[in-house]
């Protein structure tokens, strides 16, 4: 390939978002604010289905699972829960592949509308009674479709995201996106809340009220894919498509395969504390403690509200000092920090007590959540930031992200609770060690370059 054409869209891609003046323009900050919100409420709606799943397996995993110990019910559902993981990966490199090259719009409304049929297929699936082992396996194809779905929903979004928003402010764009995470999660805990309290009794939920929250997120996901559709493109990925399109990813990729292993080391320990505070505490709380399902719930919803508020916070933050201090702080307060808040917690007697110490633990995880989608996407170039972010993030999250429910409940049945505390403290170890020696990307930012 010749250099015009490079430094051509180089040339452009300066003169796009990465060259906007830091000073104040009303209409700008609308645009991309607007462009951030509508490309963030898909990611609200996806992980609103996904949550939903963990938050109302309590109720169904009766219904899928023939066992009569509940924990061996929860232990089946928890590890369908991780296996469907198994194909984020997977995912990832489709949509990400084609959000590199047809566009993270197109890409981003594709993953929304597959996540709508997994959650008809889930809210449609009669249960082991009705189907014998069908049920199951169904559960599981809706599943791998969830999966899927999500795994190419954060590689493209956190790319979009981090086209869209202003360069100084990508930071604290990055937490108003992770607001959205967040919020998927606490959606899914207050519809349980409001069914729970309102609506249907402990038996009807069993009986059929879990199927609820299911039908809500397909319509949801049909809402996202609506609004999607009228979004607009990047302009970082306009400026480069007429060289990227020309250029082998899959190479670029390989090329970059260092880049890759360090998202990996960089979300070992955020994803690990991330699940174990949202989809296993629920579990932990009732299963451990020992509260009853309204002290469960609320505390949860509770802890995810103060969660959402720090997100932009902790990423504003990070437009000022950097992005390599609020990681290195995850890190340091994470590893030392797990076992005695994880230790105090299963002996609280207080649901209170047990409310502000999970808010603790959020105030240590998201110095690594308000800003782990800006890191990673200010690390790829515009030819492979979709795959680059995707890829590497979705096989760790499978590994140990989705597993998390899983792993914990393992050493519960095993009588070894407090190994999973250990685990737990081990991964955010790993991250800090990549944590300590990688550049801060605030300052060394790849979002102007093509190639």
């Known amino acids: 390939m010749s250099e015009t054409p490079h430094v051509e869209a180089h040339a452009a891609l300066l003169k796009g978002p990465a060259a906007v003046s830091d000073g104040f323009d009303a209409a700008d900050v609308a645009r991309r604010t607007k462009a951030v919100l509508i490309g963030s409420a898909g990611n609200l709606i996806e992980w609103y289905d996904i949550c939903a799943y963990s938050a109302f397996s309590l109720y169904f995993a009766g219904a899928f699972f023939p066992q009569t110990d509940p ?14 993981f198994l194909v984020r990966p997977l995912g990832s490199a489709l949509f990400g592949y084609y959000a590199d090259r047809h566009g993270r719009r197109n890409a981003l409304t594709a993953a929304v509308l597959m996540m709508c049929f997994g959650s008809l297929m889930i809210a449609a699936t009669p249960g082991y009674a009705s189907i014998g082992v069908a049920a199951p396996l169904i559960l599981a194809l809706a599943r791998v479709l969830q999966s899927l779905s999500q795994g190419g929903e954060y590689g493209s979004g956190a790319t979009y995201l981090s086209e869209v928003a202003h360069p100084n402010r990508r930071g604290f764009y990055s937490g108003v996106w992770y607001m959205t995470l967040i919020g998927g999660q606490l959606c899914a805990i207050l519809v349980l809340l409001a069914l729970q309290r309102a609506f249907l009794t402990p038996e009807q939920l069993k009986a059929w009220g879990w199927r609820i929250p299911f039908v809500i997120g397909a319509l949801l996901s049909i809402f996202a ?13 306009i400026a480069a498509e007429s060289v990227i399109r020309r250029e082998n990813r899959w190479r670029i990729l390989a090329r970059d395969w260092k880049t890759m292993a360090l998202v990996v080391g960089i979300t070992i320990g955020g994803t690990s504390a991330f699940y174990t505070y949202t989809t296993y505490m629920q579990k932990f709380l009732k299963l451990s403690v020992g509260l009853n399902d309204a002290q469960t719930t609320l505390i949860t919803a509770g802890s995810l509200i103060f969660a959402l508020i720090l997100q932009p916070l902790y990423g504003a933050l990070s437009d000022k000092i950097g992005r390599k201090p609020m990681l290195v702080a995850f890190g340091v307060l994470g590893t030392l920090g797990t076992i005695p808040l994880l230790t105090t917690l299963r002996h609280t007697q207080s649901p209170f007590g047990a409310f502000l110490l999970i808010c603790a633990a959020w105030a240590i995880v998201s110095g690594y959540t308000s800003i782990a989608a800006i890191v990673k996407a200010e690390l790829f170039p515009t030819a492979i930031r979709a795959m680059g972010v995707g890829i590497p993030y979705a096989l760790t999250v499978a590994v140990f992200g989705g597993s998390i429910d899983s792993v914990a409940l393992a050493f519960k049945n095993a009588g070894l609770e407090t190994g999973f505390y250990w685990y737990a403290a081990g991964c955010i170890f790993i991250s800090l060690i990549c944590y300590l020696f990688m550049r801060d990307m605030k300052t060394h930012s790849k979002m102007s370059q093509v190639l």
């Open 71 to 84: 924990v061996a019910q929860q232990l089946a559902a928890a590890s369908l829960f991780a296996a469907a």
């Open 225 to 237: 894919y609506v609004i999607r559709r009228d979004m607009p493109e990047t302009e970082l990925f």
